[in-house]
Nanobody, 125 residues
């Protein structure tokens, strides 16, 4: 089982990035997918999650209206479109998966079973 995150980089404040997370070795359609981030010297925090069907999403308040999580079951990939980036969005971003097809969403790290390696996003002011 593997989650491979990509798409991070350096961007100026106000810019955009799209992160991708490709899943392999699991039944993608039965998993809730989530994005978390961890800034330097900070604890890992929840960013967004999406249900197995893609019909339900949930965001932490600081990114609501700026970030969009989506998934493509044909490609076994979850995305995080990040717009209007701010310096405080600088962090290593991690994708995670949890087997659940009840429609419930999760915003706590320990609830997730599988984690990717992280991709660094740096937003300059």
């Amino acid at each position: 089982v593997q989650l491979q995150a990509s798409g991070g980089g350096l961007v100026q404040a106000g810019g955009s990035l799209r992160l991708s997370c490709a899943a392999s070795g699991l039944t993608f359609s039965t998993h809730v997918m989530g994005w978390f981030r961890q800034g330097s010297g900070k604890e890992r925090e929840f960013v967004a999650s999406i249900s197995w069907s893609g019909l339900h999403t949930y965001y932490t308040g600081s990114v609501k209206g700026r970030f969009t999580i989506s998934r493509d079951s044909r490609k076994n990939t979850v995305y995080l479109q990040m717009n209007s980036l701010k310096p405080e969005d600088t962090a290593v971003y991690y994708c995670a998966a949890k087997k659940d097809y009840s429609g419930r969403l999760y915003d706590v790290a320990y609830e997730y079973d599988v984690w990717g390696q992280g991709t660094l996003v740096t937003v300059s002011s």
